[in-house]
């Protein structure tokens, strides 16, 4: 069983940056791919950025050469840089990671709120 903790949101004003981070139980090593998911008041659950075992990553067009997704395997643990944060990127962000059993996880989710 894996557990993944999301931290490092909270209130910004348009045009700031924040950081998240998403802290695994154990090696995320053998992870084939993590991500980053979003979940504004009355919409779907989006994909943000995603991060394979070889580093490759993908961004949604939304925040495309706005956000960085990383992962550190020595510290189990995925980051997602913010900056140039606008209202539309108010969400609950969601840390999600697939392994090869395969299996998929979740986070509990941290508040990211954009004030104008």
């Known amino acids: 069983q894996v557990q993944l903790v999301e931290s490092g949101g909270g209130l910004v004003q348009a045009g700031g940056s924040l950081t998240l981070s998403c802290a695994a139980s154990g090696s995320i090593f053998s992870f084939i791919n993590m991500g980053w998911y979003r979940q504004a008041p009355g919409k779907q659950r989006e994909l943000v950025a995603a991060?394979?075992?070889?580093?490759?990553?993908n961004y949604a067009d939304s925040v495309q050469g706005r956000f960085t997704i990383s992962r550190d395997n020595a510290k189990n643990t995925m980051y997602l840089q913010m900056n140039s944060l606008n209202p539309e990127d108010t969400a609950i962000y969601y840390c999600?990671?697939?392994?090869?059993?395969?299996?998929?996880?979740w986070g509990q989710g941290t508040q990211v709120t954009v004030s104008s």
């Open positions: 991060i394979s075992r070889g580093g490759r990553t």
């Open positions: 999600n990671a697939i392994t090869p059993a395969p299996a998929t996880y």
